[in-house]
């Protein structure tokens, strides 16, 4: 009883003194001061976590109570300037702090949540615009932690006609755990795509005939390319890449290359807030057919600051790294090593590539507004546990399992329509990192286990499901140990 008494004093007290009880007008003034419980170093102790997130849900309750008090607080505090953070003005830690408090934020229609035709939560998008269906990014991206996946209950309806669930595509919101690092490896992927389609067409116009070759990145191949001698290229060979090449590793359908571009989209979406860059440069279906600097009709102008998309991007970009934790019992490990062995010879790591190299863990975002980029080093300002070099050199690898490339996934998980223009049974290969804290599985969440994830695969995957489902129980159960040790560090958290 007296330990429970010092552990609740202990949190008041941390509650009381890191707060500030004058409004705070804007986020550069104290925002992150004020809710500087988001933090990117994780204490091993857990009843050291345990206090932390008590504090941090008791700064959450006040910063209520002073929203409540003086309406806008809020929405005060997490407008942050591009300028600013260009500038340098916020450590990593701040940004990372900053584009925290977005994240955890509760959007109210004062911020220019909705829209004048999306006033209210609805369940069933209807058509590009979507929503809104959340009030906070955590509300959906919570499982394990900060930017985990979402429960069943949390999928999105999206590009229906806004009545029923059949007429949608259902999306279960992915882990973006080490997305930052996910992000730079598809950069370099394009990038080296890019160079060997140069060289082709170089190739072709010095020769004066068409020039065919195979594009590989990382090792990953990626089909065929033809170049002509007039540099037109013809991309109809190409396997799981668009014919711009850029490597796209984010979406279910791998629409999107960068972290900013999710952000918009998912702010947009979900919650009926367009960035100032979208309602500059996105079309009405998109965003709102009212026009001028208020697209949704809602009254609300400057929705979300060129600032505020930088923060959150990059607390995106910071998130953890995903750990393997092998079990403790000792038939448990050694079923791990038959486990992994057995993803091997099953065919799973030629789609489920165990590790990419990476050449630098810098990330940065260039401005779009004149400035200087902002840049944050993975490999010591991210979220704990970080990417480090291995222990005997050589580059950074980085263990996500995934080729970061779409297949065609077969009849079974297929589609009634079409996606932004990727056919109905392909996906892109969902990292398998972290994976143990992220059920349930596949893209409308309709697999509760990893075994129903696995056998519902067909098309390109077809020989390896039907490999695994060829094995007896104790084969099966070595792989299910496997996967089971891909998970996240521990952490305690308050909803």
């Not at 959906?140 to 029923?164: E, Q």
């Not at 755990?177 to 730079?184: D, K, N, P, R, S």
């Not at 850029?246 to 919650?271: I, T």
């Not at 005997?392 to 079409?418: F, I, N, T």
Request: aromatic content about 6%.
């Amino acid at each position: 009883m007296k330990r429970a008494l010092v552990f609740s004093l202990v949190v008041t007290t941390l509650a009381a003194c890191a707060l500030d009880p004058a409004p705070v007008p804007t986020a550069q003034k104290g925002s992150a001061r004020a809710l500087g419980v988001y933090t990117t170093n994780l204490d091993p102790d857990l009843e050291r976590q345990a206090y932390d997130a008590l504090a941090r849900d008791a700064r959450r309750r006040e910063h209520r109570f002073l929203d409540a008090a003086d309406p806008g607080h809020l929405a005060r505090s997490i407008r942050i300037e591009q300028s600013d953070l260009e500038a340098g003005v916020h450590s990593p830690e701040e940004i990372f702090q900053l584009g925290a408090q977005i994240f955890h934020a509760t959007f109210t229609p004062e911020m220019g949540y909705g829209g004048k035709d999306r006033p209210h939560l609805t369940r069933f998008h209807e058509g590009r615009r979507g929503g809104p269906d959340a009030m906070r990014c955590d509300s959906c991206h919570w499982r394990g932690g900060p930017g985990g996946a979402g429960d069943g209950a949390d999928n999105t309806y999206l590009a229906g006609d806004g009545d029923r669930q059949s007429s949608a595509l259902a999306r279960n919101p992915p882990s973006l755990v080490g997305a930052g690092l996910v992000e730079l490896l598809a950069r370099e992927m394009s990038a080296e795509l890019a160079r060997a389609r140069d060289a082709l067409v170089a190739k072709a116009k010095a020769e004066g005939k068409p020039a065919r070759s195979q594009l590989v990145a990382k090792g990953v191949a990626f089909g065929e390319l033809e170049a002509r001698p007039d540099g037109g290229i013809d991309g109809t060979s190409l396997l799981g890449v668009d014919t711009d090449l850029v490597v796209k590793p984010f979406g279910w359908k791998g629409h999107f290359a960068s972290l900013r571009d999710v952000v918009e989209d998912e702010l947009n979406v979900h919650h009926g807030m367009q960035s100032t860059w979208l309602v500059a440069h996105a079309e009405p279906a998109r965003i709102g057919a009212f026009g001028g600097t208020d697209p949704d009709g809602d009254g609300v102008k400057d929705e979300i600051r060129e600032g505020q998309v930088t923060a959150l991007a990059l607390f995106l970009a910071m998130q953890e790294v995903p750990i393997a934790d092998p079990p403790e019992d000792q038939d448990h490990i050694v079923r791990l090593g038959a486990g992994e062995a057995r993803f091997q010879a099953l065919g799973c790591a030629s789609c489920h590539i165990p590790a990419l190299t990476l050449e630098s863990a810098v990330y940065s975002l260039p401005s779009r507004e004149g400035g200087a980029p902002v840049r944050v080093d993975l490999e010591k300002d991210a979220a704990v546990p970080r990417i480090a070099p291995p222990i005997d050199g050589g580059p950074l690898r980085v263990y996500l399992y995934s080729d970061l490339k779409r297949h065609d996934m077969g009849p079974a998980l297929a589609e009634k329509q079409a996606d932004r223009g990727v056919r109905p049974g392909t996906f892109l290969t969902r990292p398998l990192w972290g994976i143990a804290r992220s059920r349930p599985y596949l893209h409308d969440a309709r697999a509760p286990t990893l075994e129903d994830a696995i056998l519902l695969h067909g098309g390109e995957a077809q020989a390896a499901r039907d490999a695994f489902a060829a094995l007896s129980e104790s084969e099966r159960a070595d792989l299910r140990v496997f996967l089971t040790s891909l998970t996240r560090a521990r952490r305690l958290s308050v909803p």
